[in-house]
């Protein structure tokens, strides 16, 4: 009877791990779609660890230069592609055969991606993407623009967190975090990434996950203009801190989880994109601050500036929520209408009275 049981354990422990392997195994090859840093490091990352991945670029020339040179020169230089990177150029061909797409492109081409995958993808395909950002001119949140595109048969998720490119493809020490509400699918794409240098964490909160990586990227911009300006690491702390405060408000109207937003995905990249020049969106609010026309500053970057595109729709949810974004306010105005950066602060400080926090109610 014992040997009966004994028997019986190690066969559902073998159906546990194969089942394992072969989840694992579904999302595989991994098509990365967008052959910018980002898309580029995080395909790194998954072939690092032995998973076939195929990276895909718009560019043609582009995509003939990392298959020859076997790294991505245009976008992090020197750092060569591990052996289980390859380089596609048939995108529908990749598209029929893999097992995962994970979307890497700027969220002003969000959607045509989708538009593009979609025909082609078979119908229960997982779709992961590092966007972060919110759908141009609607303010709609990637996670609900990925649905009505794609319907509701592929699991979805979110990838975001405190990561800079150029440090994830050095294999620097990073965490980030894994959103979907399919749980599993969470799981499985957080393994693709695990290992000695890079920790994932898997979360349900969509929502919260979306927000924090939108909002912190204008946010960012804010602190570059106060340190361009020359106002020192007080200014800096204060606009962090109540810039996480103003994200609270958003994510609480919006109904996101409070907890994910003192996570990775909210204070965690909030802290790294206000705090390190490395960030685009601070290179631009530094530039700004610097004395640069808005115009100037965005040539004088050069890059994808995320906070640059989101600031509005930012602002258009927080009007629609009916809540005070008043950071991201003096980024719009300073952005889109004109004004000077030293007004915008002396209106930030001038603002009312206000508690940070009241004592409660009885
Ligand atoms: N860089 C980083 O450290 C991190 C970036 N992110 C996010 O990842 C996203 C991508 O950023 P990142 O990789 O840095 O940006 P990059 O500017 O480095 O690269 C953007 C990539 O997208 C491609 N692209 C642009 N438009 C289209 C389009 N219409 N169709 C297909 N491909 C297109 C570009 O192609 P081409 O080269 O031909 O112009 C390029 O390969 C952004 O939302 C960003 O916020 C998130 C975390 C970290
Ligand atoms: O999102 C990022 C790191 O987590 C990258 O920030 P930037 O887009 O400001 O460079």
């Given amino acids: 009877m014992r040997d009966k049981l004994k028997k019986q354990e190690q066969k559902r422990r073998i159906n546990i791990q194969e089942t394992a392997v072969s989840e694992q195994a579904n999302l595989l090859p991994t098509l990365v779609l967008g052959a910018g840093a980002w898309g580029t490091a995080l395909a790194m990352a998954m072939a690092r660890n032995g998973h076939e991945t195929w990276l895909w670029g718009r560019d043609k020339l582009h995509c003939a230069e990392m298959q020859t040179s076997r790294e991505n020169a245009k976008y992090l230089p020197g750092i060569a592609f591990p052996d289980a990177l390859s380089v596609v150029d048939d995108v529908h061909k990749a598209l029929q055969n893999c097992g995962h797409v994970l979307i890497s492109v700027p969220s002003k081409a969000f959607v045509e991606s989708l538009q593009m995958i979609k025909p082609v993808l078979a119908a229960t395909t997982p779709v992961s993407w590092a966007t972060k950002g919110l759908a141009p001119d609607t303010g709609e949140l990637l996670y609900d623009v990925a649905r009505s595109v794609l319907g509701e048969n592929h699991p979805l998720a979110v990838i975001s967190g405190p990561s800079f490119a150029a440090e994830v493809a050095?294999?620097?020490?990073?965490?980030?975090t894994v959103a979907?509400?399919?749980?599993?699918?969470?799981?499985?794409?957080?393994?693709?990434?695990?290992?000695?240098?890079?920790?994932?964490?898997?979360?349900?909160?969509?929502?919260?996950?979306?927000?924090?990586?939108?909002?912190?990227?204008?946010?960012?911009?804010?602190?570059?203009?106060?340190?361009?300006?020359?106002?020192?690491?007080?200014?800096?702390?204060?606009?962090?801190?109540?810039?996480?405060?103003?994200?609270?408000?958003?994510?609480?109207?919006?109904?996101a989880e409070t907890e994910t937003l003192f996570g990775l995905s909210g204070i965690g990249d909030l802290i790294l994109t206000c705090t390190d020049d490395q960030s685009r969106n601070r290179q631009l609010g530094l530039a700004i601050g610097r004395g640069l026309s808005v115009d100037d500053a965005v040539k004088f970057v050069g890059k994808t500036v995320e906070g640059m595109h989101a600031a509005r729709e930012v602002m258009l949810r927080a009007r629609q929520a009916d809540i005070e974004m008043p950071i991201v306010e003096q980024v719009c105005k300073i952005l889109f209408e004109g004004y000077d950066p030293r007004e915008s602060v002396q209106a930030l400080l001038c603002r009312e009275q206000k508690a940070e926090l009241t004592p409660p109610v009885n």
Avoid: C, W
């Avoid at 749980?183 to 909160?205: E, I, M, N, W």
């Avoid at 919260?208 to 909002?215: A, E, H, K, Y």
């Fill in 170 to 176: 050095a294999n620097l020490p990073t965490a980030f």
């Fill in 180 to 255: 979907s509400e399919d749980g599993d699918f969470a799981k499985q794409l957080a393994g693709l990434f695990h290992s000695p240098t890079l920790r994932v964490y898997t979360t349900y909160d969509v929502l919260g996950v979306q927000i924090g990586g939108t909002v912190k990227n204008v946010l960012a911009i804010s602190a570059g203009i106060s340190d361009g300006l020359g106002y020192g690491a007080n200014a800096r702390a204060a606009l962090i801190t109540r810039g996480m405060a103003e994200i609270r408000r958003l994510a609480a109207a919006l109904g």
